[in-house]
């Protein structure tokens, strides 16, 4: 019988570019991407459970790739079921509660010995290059040293943790000066006190303090399940750190991912660096999450709204690129270049990893209180995000400034997500003569929400 996991790989790999045309959209689709991760610092948890996965040399593989394309890369490796392993043939009882394991001095000796075992497998998978590509005589270097200063974790609910520590101290000065394209530093989960007291630490909080102290653009757990689904069985892409207990009651997962979500929540309110969790177990995942639009894995960020910021001039082209096809469709009043540079206050756009992901306009109408909402467009590789409802109420919370009571929207073929967000369809009578010349020149219907 096939493994589920493997089932799944194929179901969620997306199919190969099959003629010239298709790998030409899908190459022009993900170089945006590399271009906005070039430079920039990701941390990655790697969780004792993915090293011991079939698929962890694949993740390996992506990881050295992620580097040769000029990501920053720090990677925390775990070992909980490798050090539960030996200390179980060692008869050593270290229990584990609430996360954290109680390390007492033979303990200490146990996961010591097997974290160097580790940290020699993730050191040779890296010296493999890249099999079965042009980069297959790539080496990847993997630094490490005593960058994690830690205190002991004391006594907790009267539990003694021994020799278990929190971290203090990332030496990020150093890290900064090892890590870059091609270098990749890895940390082993132990801390070091001042005076040169050994600790053992949790991988996971390690990755999350390291993350913080080094400002990363990107925090990266991988997790036991492949995808994570909502009770509707639809695919939790995104979701806001501030409502991640209402998702949890939602979703069926097990504990250390529920603990992985409830970090990545934490992490994304008091940082805003955004966490991705990503299956352990599917080959790809990584470069799917990182690399494509609708991605593989479930985005935990910030308040969605704080995406959205005024348009400057710079986003003048990707605005016109955006509107461009609504505009063919007759979905959007066509607008010239030279029209919105003169209009440009009235623009906000949304970023996504960097990417201009959607603009709209708002304006006051004159000798009126009301504002028009125009020009809302999403780019397609962001559809079915919520770059729209993070413009909307951005676009909202404009016109209340601007001092409307109400805002217009003109549509011609959205009216169902208009109405879905609040908005109903407008008395004719009380309509500015402009909203009403623009709804008989292009037959469209003119909504409100009261403000």
Same mark, same amino acid.
């Given at each position: 019988?096939?493994?589920?996991?493997?089932?799944?790989?194929?179901?969620?790999?997306?199919? +190969?570019?099959?003629?010239?045309?298709?790998?030409?959209?899908?190459?022009?689709?993900?170089?945006?991407?590399?271009?906005?991760? @070039?430079?920039?610092?990701?941390?990655?948890?790697?969780?004792?459970?993915?090293?011991a996965?079939?698929?962890?040399?694949?993740?390996?593989?992506?990881?050295a790739?992620?580097?040769?394309?000029?990501? *920053?890369?720090?990677?925390?490796?775990?070992?909980?079921p490798?050090?539960?392993?030996?200390l #179980?043939?060692?008869?050593?009882?270290?229990?584990?509660?609430?996360?954290?394991?109680?390390?007492?001095?033979k303990?200490?000796?146990?996961? *010591?010995?097997?974290?160097?075992?580790?940290?020699?497998?993730?050191?040779?998978?890296?010296?493999?290059?890249?099999?079965?590509?042009?980069?297959?005589?790539?080496?990847i270097?993997?630094?490490?040293?005593?960058?994690?200063?830690?205190?002991?974790?004391?006594?907790?609910?009267?539990?003694?943790?021994?020799?278990?520590?929190?971290?203090?101290?990332?030496?990020?000065?150093?890290?900064?000066?090892?890590?870059?394209? =091609?270098?990749?530093?890895?940390?082993?989960?132990?801390g070091?006190?001042?005076?040169? %007291?050994?600790?053992?630490?949790?991988?996971?909080?390690? %990755?999350?303090?390291?993350?913080?102290?080094?400002?990363?653009?990107?925090?990266?757990?991988?997790? #036991?399940?492949?995808v994570?689904?909502?009770?509707?069985?639809? *695919?939790?892409?995104?979701?806001?750190?501030?409502?991640?207990?209402?998702?949890?009651?939602?979703?069926?997962? =097990?504990?250390?991912?529920?603990?992985?979500? &409830?970090?990545?929540?934490?992490?994304? %309110?008091?940082?805003?660096?955004?966490?991705?969790?990503?299956?352990?177990?599917?080959?790809?995942?990584?470069? @799917?999450?990182l690399?494509?639009a609708?991605?593989? =894995?479930?985005?935990?960020?910030?308040?969605?709204?704080n995406?959205? &910021?005024?348009?400057?001039?710079?986003?003048?082209?990707?605005?016109?690129?955006?509107i /461009?096809?609504?505009v063919?469709?007759?979905?959007?009043?066509a607008?010239?270049?030279?029209?919105?540079?003169?209009?440009?206050?009235?623009?906000?756009?949304?970023?996504?990893?960097?990417?201009?992901?959607g603009?709209?306009?708002? &304006? @006051?109408?004159?000798?009126?209180?009301?504002?028009?909402?125009?020009?809302?467009?999403?780019?397609?590789?962001?559809?079915?995000?919520?770059?729209?409802?993070?413009?909307?109420?951005?676009?909202?919370?404009?016109?209340?400034?601007?001092?409307?009571?109400?805002?217009? /929207?003109?549509?011609?073929? %959205?009216?169902?997500?208009?109405?879905? &967000?609040?908005?109903?369809?407008?008395?004719? /009578?009380?309509? +500015?003569?402009e909203?009403? #010349?623009?709804?008989?020149?292009?037959n469209?219907?003119?909504?409100?929400?009261?403000?």
């Amino acid at each position: 019988m096939r493994r589920i996991s493997s089932f799944l790989t194929e179901v969620n790999e997306p199919a +190969p570019p099959s003629t010239p045309a298709d790998y030409a959209r899908w190459f022009r689709g993900s170089t945006p991407y590399v271009s906005a991760h @070039q430079g920039k610092t990701f941390v990655v948890a790697l969780s004792g459970e993915t090293l011991a996965s079939e698929n962890c040399i694949n993740v390996i593989h992506d990881l050295a790739l992620v580097s040769v394309l000029g990501v *920053r890369l720090v990677l925390v490796h775990g070992a909980r079921p490798q050090i539960s392993e030996a200390l #179980e043939k060692a008869g050593i009882e270290s229990p584990v509660i609430n996360g954290a394991r109680v390390t007492p001095l033979k303990a200490l000796d146990e996961a *010591r010995r097997v974290c160097a075992g580790l940290r020699s497998q993730i050191e040779g998978l890296f010296s493999q290059g890249l099999p079965h590509t042009p980069l297959h005589n790539t080496r990847i270097s993997v630094l490490g040293g005593n960058f994690v200063t830690a205190r002991p974790m004391g006594r907790v609910d009267g539990v003694n943790f021994e020799h278990t520590g929190v971290p203090r101290r990332i030496n990020t000065e150093l890290i900064y000066e090892l890590a870059g394209p =091609g270098r990749i530093v890895l940390l082993s989960p132990f801390g070091y006190s001042p005076w040169g %007291a050994l600790y053992n630490l949790e991988s996971e909080p390690l %990755a999350v303090k390291t993350a913080e102290a080094l400002a990363a653009d990107k925090l990266i757990l991988f997790t #036991e399940e492949d995808v994570l689904y909502d009770a509707d069985g639809e *695919r939790l892409a995104e979701v806001e750190a501030s409502g991640i207990e209402a998702v949890l009651e939602r979703i069926d997962c =097990g504990d250390v991912t529920r603990r992985s979500l &409830r970090r990545a929540a934490e992490t994304g %309110a008091a940082t805003g660096i955004p966490v991705h969790l990503i299956g352990a177990n599917v080959d790809g995942a990584l470069l @799917q999450e990182l690399f494509t639009a609708d991605g593989q =894995g479930t985005h935990v960020r910030e308040s969605l709204g704080n995406r959205v &910021r005024a348009a400057e001039a710079s986003d003048i082209a990707a605005i016109l690129a955006m509107i /461009a096809p609504l505009v063919q469709q007759g979905q959007l009043k066509a607008r010239s270049a030279d029209e919105i540079t003169e209009r440009l206050d009235e623009f906000l756009v949304t970023e996504v990893d960097g990417l201009i992901a959607g603009c709209c306009g708002v &304006r @006051q109408l004159e000798a009126s209180d009301s504002a028009e909402l125009h020009c809302l467009a999403t780019h397609p590789n962001f559809a079915q995000s919520s770059a729209g409802d993070a413009l909307l109420q951005a676009a909202l919370a404009k016109a209340r400034q601007l001092g409307a009571k109400q805002v217009l /929207a003109l549509t011609t073929q %959205a009216e169902q997500w208009f109405r879905e &967000r609040g908005f109903a369809a407008a008395k004719s /009578a009380g309509l +500015p003569r402009e909203i009403e #010349e623009q709804c008989e020149r292009r037959n469209s219907i003119a909504l409100v929400k009261r403000l």
